[in-house]
């Protein structure tokens, strides 16, 4: 019984070493496993991340084009004089020595008056 009783206290360590690094292995790959899924760098947060970047892409190329606008206006503003007449007379209403202007007002229909109707 003394031979059983040695083999037996010899058997029980390599099962308990070989239990824990079984347990700490379990743990570590539950903690891996959890942050790939919901820590700070998951797919989750990656995810989001690319969102973001076709957001901020989009929103790049949407400046670019008005740069790109703001741009050519700069150019014929500098160097096409009948294009600077023509933004004079759009955006200052300007006119030559032998035209009217006529400033339309308000939003009254053609051929009524504010007046019309009280007598």
Do not use: C
């Not at 955006?91 to 008056?113: C, D, K, M």
């Amino acid at each position: 019984m003394n031979i059983y009783s040695k083999s037996h206290s010899r058997d029980s360590r390599p099962a308990f070493w070989k239990t824990l690094i079984l347990v700490v292995a379990i743990v570590v790959n539950a903690t891996l496993i959890f942050r790939l899924f919901w820590g700070p760098q998951s797919i989750v947060s990656y995810r989001e991340l690319v969102a973001q970047y076709a957001d901020l892409t989009q929103e790049i190329e949407r400046y670019e084009a008005v740069n790109a606008a703001l741009s050519r206006e700069i150019r014929l503003l500098q160097s096409d004089e009948k294009y600077v007449e023509k933004m004079i007379r759009q955006r200052l209403n300007f006119v030559r020595s032998n035209e009217i202007l006529y400033l339309f007002t308000g939003t009254t229909h053609a051929g009524a008056s504010a007046d019309e109707g009280k007598n």
